[in-house]
């Protein structure tokens, strides 16, 4: 059974940065679109950003354009979401996501596969 694992998660003050890492084992990450998204405590989980498996289309939430970037390495099999300028809004658990859907998708049901969560907390 394959696994997508998070890491990169930690305490930063605001306006530093962390860069999040996702590796898939079991997978090969190109076939999938995948995602990233976060879940402060009693709020539902949240679209960030996501990267299409055609293509190089990418898309972020409002709130984070412009400062987090999403990327990909199919050859280490890894996804990565760098996160600069970080406020403390930005403090949640956050997830990467599998989709075999072509297509960039912002809710958590068109999502397969799960990592475990990394918690990000930004200190102000």
């Known amino acids: 059974q394959g696994q997508f694992v998070e890491s990169g998660g930690g305490l930063v003050q605001t306006g530093g940065s962390l860069r999040l890492s996702c590796a898939a084992s079991?997978?090969?990450?190109?076939?999938?679109?995948m995602g990233w998204f976060r879940q402060a405590p009693g709020e539902e989980r949240l679209f960030v950003a996501a990267?299409?498996?055609?293509?190089?289309?990418?898309q972020y939430t409002e709130s984070v354009k412009g400062r987090f970037t999403i990327s990909r390495d199919n050859a280490k099999n890894t996804l990565y979401l760098q996160m600069n300028s970080l406020k403390p809004e930005d403090t949640a658990v956050y997830y990467c996501?599998?989709?075999?859907?072509?297509?960039?998708?912002?809710?958590?049901?068109?999502?397969?596969?799960w990592g475990q969560g990394t918690q990000v907390t930004v200190s102000s």
């Open positions: 996501a599998a989709t075999l859907l072509p297509l960039i998708m912002h809710a958590t049901a068109d999502y397969t596969y």
């Open positions: 079991g997978h090969t990450l190109s076939r999938y679109t």
């Open positions: 990267s299409a498996s055609i293509g190089s289309s990418t």
